[in-house]
């Protein structure tokens, strides 16, 4: 069951501590007893909510990140097993 309070996030840029970006997490990508797979989401009104691949915390990376998925809803998003990190 997804986390009523990631939804609330994903749809809510204005709520993002790190706006524009949305750090984000998951485990069902992660290899068998190893770290989470680590990704973002980027306030982008105009398309389709995008995860990419990497942390925000690297900033240069950030401008060079690959989409690993792009998703219609945030419900599709959290049942692929993303969260907010």
Known sequence: MNDPRDLQMIIS???W???PFLPLKNYKLAERFGPPKFG???DDPNSKLKVYEGNIF???AV???PVIAEF???EELLDAGWEVD
């Open 40 to 42: 973002f989401l980027l």
């Open 58 to 60: 690297n900033r240069q």
């Open 17 to 19: 501590p790190a706006w």
């Open 13 to 15: 840029p204005g709520l």
């Open 72 to 74: 219609t809803t945030a």
């Open 63 to 65: 401008a060079e990140a």
